[in-house]
DNA sequence: CTGTTAGCGCTTTCAG
DNA sequence: CTGAAAGCGCTAACAG
């Protein structure tokens, strides 16, 4: 059915191996030569079969992007990130989440050994030894996502998670003079989480004022139910600061059905600054993360280290955060 | 590096004939080899090398998903859906859409012709004849999602965007006793916006009211600008029928701006019920579509074609509809 | 500048 | 039930 450079060598009188060279704009074909065998692969509709390409060069055009799970705002906006830089350099974008289906871990395995993509992103907030060990071990340029400070040797792009913390509460106790907050956390073994976490704290400790921890996953529903526990808590906190926008969408839920005001009873922030949180009612205080200025890096950091055989030093690329005052406290 | 068959094959002293039968789990082989073998295997670790195989069999398991745009909610809905059942059969979903530097034919063309893809689900409203024929003669196993009537001769999801559109305006018209209505359209060569176009107006006919047509192109700011029009029309309308739920955000933007209240002053519904829809202020009613449920019919129906060799008659899946009543109206 | 050839890892006849 | 061998389409030395 599609023609082959078989073919195309044929009808040219050439061999196939000249017909790769044009298709690979390699420089050693005469003008005449390539001239000739592009008229005919045109005439043709030749595609090169990239399955075979890729096969033959033991490398594909083809990226991975593992994610925790596919659903929330936060990850697609990765994705186009990705995709974008990405597809302009004509790679394809192999999109993976750690399903029920399959474990994190095995989906990485699986993704390294199959051959089948020449570079990985792995966005995961906290990644064992195991792992770890398993991605250097395999020679594939892999750039992670995670802000955590303890993985060297991996490129990676961080979020600005502590100074973003640190800085909205300052805000809250500075600006804002309250003096008894309330933190949101996301998973314990999440990296972001854990760091956001010891913004807040580190921030409230150095002006001496007084809060508390109540424990989240960033789920709508956690926030829901960790604000109802403070607002049932004998010291009501005056302003409640979600470790995610998700969460403190669930504190909005749970204000609402409390016949509570935000914020003249309670004031809310978050994390994130997803698309919904400026038409919250009313509109959410939070810090802004560009997340896809996150796959962006990531894709351009792994084109970098795809594109350059020398192993250039891991580099880590933080990407600031910014407060966004809105009403919300 | 990796361990290949070859390797295989020399530890268990059998052919590589034999190895590659227990790997595709071919009866052919007596218990005690396949166990002997499997041993083999799994201490070296062995993963087969996929693009070795997809060679070979000319065919791979990776299914292409072209989309207009990756940035939309409406879109990520549908990526998660499709990821959902085509990771269920072990078979990878690439992702794709007509950026700027490719436009639509020309990346489903590549994605025919680059022999990549063994299935193709393909997104988009307006589909012209030269794609059309470009596919029905490539001989791939495609699904479109595109609720146009006149596509024939393809597998398709459609959305029930007609009954949507003219229960919503029934709604307006009967229950809430509007009688001067106005309809903001989507892009006009968008067969989604088209239908819900029509549902509109013939609603409005049936029931003979008065109604007026603005053009958007499914953006927020082209909602913005449309309900801008709108309001400043001596014949104000009374309520305005955004055909997506972000044109309808730009209707409450702008009506915000020009501090008037929903729905006192004007009404807003919307189509889509996007996440963000029900915590707008007041929430909006809108026409919901279970856009997930969409990408996972058009990946089930794919499925379903490429496993099946003999050609089944193509299938039309129509995902309903619903309204949903919140206070915008 | 161009042709010859080996071979990538695996599947798949075809014999045995 | 198992092995031998061809070949998928292309790249990449190596000759010439």
Do not use: W
Request: glycine residues 4%; positive net charge; proline residues 3%.
């Amino acid at each position: 059915m599609a023609a082959t450079i078989k073919e195309i060598a044929a009808r040219a009188h050439v061999s196939i191996a000249t017909v790769s060279r044009v298709i690979n704009k390699d420089p050693r074909v005469t003008e005449e030569t390539r001239a000739q065998i592009l008229k005919i692969a045109e005439r043709l509709d030749y595609r090169p079969n990239i399955l075979a390409r890729s096969f033959a060069q033991k490398k594909s055009n083809l990226i991975g992007l593992i994610l925790p799970e596919i659903s929330d705002e936060y990850f697609t906006e990765v994705i186009k990130g990705v995709d974008e830089i990405a597809f302009s350099q004509n790679l394809y974008t192999i999109v993976a989440s750690s399903h029920k289906y399959k474990s994190l871990e095995d989906e990485v395995v699986t993704f390294i050994k199959n051959g089948l993509i020449s570079g990985l992103i792995l966005l995961a907030s906290n990644l064992d030894d195991t792992l770890l060990s398993i991605l250097s071990k395999s020679h594939l340029p892999v750039v992670l996502i995670n802000s955590s400070n303890n993985i060297k040797k991996f490129d990676r792009i961080a979020i600005g998670d502590y100074q973003g913390s640190f800085s909205m509460t300052t805000y809250l106790i500075k600006k804002k003079h309250y003096n008894l907050l309330a933190h949101i956390t996301g998973p314990l073994d999440n990296d972001d989480a854990g760091l956001r976490r010891k913004g807040f704290i580190d921030a409230c400790k150095k002006y001496g004022v007084k809060y508390i921890i109540e424990k989240g996953d960033f789920s709508r529903e956690s926030g829901f139910n960790a604000c109802k526990k403070l607002l049932n808590n004998k010291d009501r906190p005056q302003v409640i600061f979600a470790a995610n926008d998700m969460m403190a969408i669930g504190c909005y839920d749970c204000i609402k059905q409390m016949k509570l005001q935000i914020p003249q009873d309670v004031g809310v922030v978050g994390f994130d600054d997803v698309f919904v949180s400026q038409y919250l009612n009313p509109p959410l205080t939070t810090v802004r993360v560009n997340i896809e200025a996150v796959g962006k890096k990531a894709a351009e950091l792994l084109l970098k280290k795809i594109q350059s055989t020398n192993n250039i030093s891991s580099s880590v690329i933080n990407i600031p955060t910014e407060l966004i005052i809105r009403e919300s406290c």
